[in-house]
C-alpha cells in the first residue's frame, strides 16, 4: 500500500524552529519529486515547497521562502521540511504529497496525500 | 504570480449535475487540478491534465477548460460528493503553485 506519513509536528514559539518528516512506503520513492502543502485551521490549501526526485531542484512559496527548507532522504525514503523562524501564520496542517507527474517542476497533480501533521505557532 | 478564484459555495440536487469553476490567468498556460476534501481528511484528486481521473474515482467526475477557466463537473451528484472542492495549477512562471480559495459543494 502506497503510504505517506507525516510527523514532527507540534505547538512551537514564535521564532522557534520544527522539522517535519514525512516517511513514505509502498512505492519508489526515489522515482517522484515531492511537496509539501499546508491548510491553515478553516482555511484553504497553500504550496509551499516542492523538491525534483534527486533533490537537485527546489521551489518555495514567497510566504516561507529564507526560513523553510526542504530536503529528502532517498536512501530512507523520506521527505523533510526545516522550518525556521516561524510565525503565527505559519500555524497549519502540514500535507506531504506526492507528485504524480515527473516534470522537473511542480505539476499541481498531487496524487497521494498523507494524513498530515498539526504545527501551531503560540506564545 | 497570480491568482485562482473559485465561489465560495455551490449547492445541486441530489443526482443532478454540477459545475464547479476556477478562474485565473495561469489557466491559459496551464491545466488544472482538481481536489476534494471532507472534514477531517487530507484532498483527493479528482481531475489533473486535461480531462484525466486518477484510479478509484467515479466517472461522474470530469473536467474542463477554455481561456481563463477551468471547471469541474459532477454529472449526478451522489451524496458523498459533499465535500470542498479545490483548484490548482502552476502559477505564470512555471515554479510554483497555487490553489484556489476552495468551493464547498451541498448536495440537497
Known amino acids: 500500500e502506497v503510504q505517506l506519513v507525516e510527523s514532527g509536528g507540534g505547538l512551537v514559539q514564535p521564532g522557534g524552529s520544527l522539522r517535519l518528516s514525512c516517511a513514505t512506503s509502498?512505492?519508489?520513492?526515489?522515482?517522484?519529486?515531492m511537496n509539501w502543502v499546508r491548510q491553515a485551521p478553516g482555511k484553504g490549501l497553500e504550496w509551499v515547497s516542492y523538491i525534483r526526485s534527486s533533490g537537485s531542484t527546489i521551489y518555495y512559496a514567497d510566504s516561507v521562502k529564507g526560513r523553510f527548507t526542504i530536503s529528502r532522504d532517498n536512501a530512507k525514503n523520506s521527505l523533510y521540511l526545516q522550518m525556521n523562524s516561524l510565525r503565527a501564520e505559519d500555524t497549519a496542517v502540514y500535507y506531504c504529497?506526492?507528485?504524480?507527474?515527473?516534470?522537473?517542476?511542480?505539476?499541481?497533480?498531487?496524487?497521494?496525500w498523507g494524513q498530515g501533521t498539526m504545527v501551531t505557532v503560540s506564545s | 504570480s497570480s491568482e485562482l478564484t473559485q465561489d465560495p459555495a455551490v449547492s445541486v440536487a441530489l443526482g443532478q449535475t454540477v459545475r464547479i469553476t476556477c478562474q485565473g490567468d495561469s489557466l491559459r498556460i496551464y491545466y488544472a487540478s482538481w481536489y476534494q476534501q471532507k472534514p477531517g481528511q487530507a484532498p483527493v484528486l479528482v481531475i489533473y491534465g486535461k480531462n484525466n481521473r486518477p484510479s478509484g474515482i467515479p466517472d461522474r467526475f470530469s473536467g474542463s477548460s477554455s481561456g481563463n477557466t477551468a471547471s469541474l463537473t459532477i454529472t449526478g451528484a451522489q451524496a458523498e460528493d459533499e465535500a470542498d472542492y479545490y483548484c490548482?495549477?502552476?502559477?505564470?512562471?512555471?515554479?510554483?503553485?497555487?490553489f484556489g480559495g476552495g468551493t464547498k459543494l451541498t448536495v440537497l
Open positions: 509502498g512505492f519508489t520513492f526515489s522515482s517522484y519529486e
Open positions: 504529497a506526492r507528485d504524480m507527474l515527473t516534470t522537473g517542476t511542480p505539476s499541481g497533480a498531487f496524487d497521494i
Open positions: 490548482n495549477s502552476r502559477d505564470s512562471s512555471g515554479n510554483r503553485v497555487l
